[in-house]
């Protein structure tokens, strides 16, 4: 189901020149890998990926809770909301043929926490239509482009990454 993207908050960042390139990728790396020596951001976007199928999943069946252990609290209940508020208008969502692909693309340490952002791009199909009528309310019943950042959070060490912002373009 089309709906605009969560309005979370973004996470807050250095703003320091130095956080922008490799350079900064590279740093924020070797930041997370301090407390966590394994982190691979190559594998990582596999997990990115997943989240994103997963996510739109749920957002089709309205089955929110389901990621209650991979969204943060704040998104999670605007997620919940967005559905809520999809389900009063008699809309339904449909996804599929999802193919996309994440590169990380920021990677950082603030405050005790490790972020990770990817830039996701691809293509799906991802539209609403009335359940009575069956007209389309938002997007459209042929292939549309991905183009998103997805931001994911931890406390910095060993711990379950969550999704905790959406931005798309």
């Known amino acids: 189901?089309?709906?605009?993207?969560?309005?979370?908050?973004?996470?807050?960042?250095?703003?320091?020149?130095?956080?922008?390139?490799?350079?900064?990728?590279?740093?924020?790396?070797?930041?997370?890998?301090?407390?966590?020596?394994?982190?691979d951001p190559a594998r990582f976007t596999g997990y990115i990926e997943m989240v994103f199928r997963v996510t739109h999943r749920a957002r089709m069946t309205g089955d929110i809770a389901s990621l209650r252990d991979r969204v943060t609290p704040?998104?999670?209940?605007?997620?919940?909301?967005?559905?809520?508020?999809?389900?009063?208008?008699?809309?339904?969502?449909?996804?599929g043929e999802i193919e996309i692909h994440a590169e990380v693309t920021e990677a950082w340490h603030e405050d005790g926490r490790d972020y990770v952002t990817a830039y996701v791009v691809g293509e799906m199909l991802d539209y609403t239509v009335d359940e009575r009528t069956g007209a389309l309310v938002a997007g459209s019943k042929?292939?549309?482009?991905?183009?998103?950042?997805?931001?994911?959070?931890?406390?910095?060490?060993l711990n379950p990454w969550m999704l905790s912002a959406i931005q798309t373009s």
Request: proline share 8%.
């Open 142 to 157: 042929s292939s549309q482009d991905v183009e998103a950042f997805w931001t994911f959070t931890r406390p910095s060490g």
């Open 74 to 95: 704040e998104l999670h209940g605007e997620l919940q909301a967005q559905c809520d508020r999809s389900r009063s208008l008699g809309h339904a969502g449909h996804v």
């Open 1 to 39: 189901m089309t709906a605009p993207a969560p309005a979370a908050e973004s996470p807050p960042r250095a703003t320091t020149a130095a956080r922008q390139g490799d350079v900064s990728l590279d740093e924020g790396i070797r930041d997370i890998r301090r407390m966590d020596p394994a982190f």
